[in-house]
């Protein structure tokens, strides 16, 4: 089968892999198993499949990690990103295609979207189900990454991620089920184009405003856990999960990121030395907004980003250097 991704006398593109394992790159002992085990097939392997689609393109691979992404760490995002920037850095380079699991491909992917340029197009994809599985979905996810590297307007649109035949941006995409090949949405923006191997249709121009990457990656994150909120919730939990080590602190709020009494009163002490508070929501979609007590707590609102998202701009902008509540919170407005 030929994919005729690119235009009649268009010069064949070079695209640079990196992989990082996951599904996409998993096996199972059977075609029918559920339990499988991510980050079996090597880069060369994958690449090899990937020929027999018959894609008119050059492809360079690099073996970045091959673990499930559930163990994604520092290390691999440094190396990630070193190879990103090397890729982009390339004159001959086209676009930069990362295989990734889809469990933290959007922390991933909202990472390189902080600290990336955008003159080159960075498509992160990866599988619902492992390579020997009955409708495996890589390949043609891999295909639809391949049509989304190439396409010239792909660029300026920051760090985009493919599945389902469907792009997302960075900051929108979320895992939002378990199972099946539809398992991603987008919020505030649903998927921002739809691809297939043959056809990619975008929904709007790009959004970023110049190429330069917003933040400087740094190997040294600084510790932010994420407080999950629950019905009874008493402060000695806020005691247990704050370290002399802790930098900050993500609130995963009920519904427009409320919290106990106690838990708030908590909080706002830590606040009020200088420990900046961020409030998400645990719901999967909606904007939290600050409300009349945030100035007095000195809290910070996370408007669109889920905990996870608002964890990783907490960390960029503490490495940053900015500690000021109302600086903190016009990062937050931007995104």
């Not at 996810?141 to 035949?165: E, S, Y």
């Not at 939290?288 to 960029?316: S, T, W, Y």
């Amino acid at each position: 089968m030929h994919l005729a991704l690119f235009a009649p006398g268009m010069s064949t593109p070079n695209i640079t892999v990196l992989a990082t394992g996951g599904t996409i790159a998993g096996e199972a002992d059977s075609a029918t198993r559920h339990d499988y085990r991510p980050g079996q097939i090597g880069i060369g392997d994958f690449l090899a499949r990937v020929e027999t689609l018959g894609i008119d393109a050059q492809l360079t691979g690099k073996q970045i990690a091959n673990i499930g992404s559930e163990d994604m760490s520092p290390a691999i995002w440094t190396h990630l990103h070193t190879a990103c920037l090397a890729a982009m850095g390339d004159p001959d380079c086209t676009g930069v295609i990362i295989t990734h699991g889809t469990d933290t491909v959007e922390e991933t992917a909202f990472l390189l979207d902080l600290t990336l340029p955008t003159h080159k197009p960075v498509v992160l994809v990866g599988a619902m189900r492992p390579a020997n599985a009955v409708g495996y979905d890589g390949l043609r996810n891999f295909a639809n990454a391949m049509r989304v590297a190439t396409d010239p307007d792909a660029a300026g649109r920051g760090v985009l991620v493919v599945m389902g035949d469907r792009v997302f941006a960075a900051r929108d995409i979320r895992k939002s089920r378990t199972r099946g090949t539809d398992a991603f949405q987008g919020f505030p923006r649903g998927s921002i184009a739809l691809v297939t191997p043959s056809a990619l249709d975008w929904f709007g121009a790009p959004w970023r405003v110049g190429a330069d990457a917003r933040f400087t990656f740094t190997t040294d994150l600084p510790d932010v856990p994420i407080l999950f909120v629950h019905a009874a919730m008493t402060a000695d939990y806020v005691e247990r999960l704050v370290s002399d080590k802790t930098r900050g602190v993500v609130v995963a709020g009920l519904g427009e990121g409320n919290m106990p009494d106690a838990v708030r009163s908590a909080l706002a002490q830590l606040a009020a030395k200088g420990l900046p508070i961020v409030r998400a929501s645990r719901l999967d979609e909606g904007l939290v907004d600050r409300e009349p007590e945030d100035n007095a707590n000195k809290f910070i609102a996370a408007r669109a980003l889920n905990p996870q998202k608002a964890r990783i701009l907490l960390q960029m902008v503490i490495a940053a250097g900015t500690t000021d509540p109302a600086a903190i919170q016009a990062e937050y407005d931007g995104r």
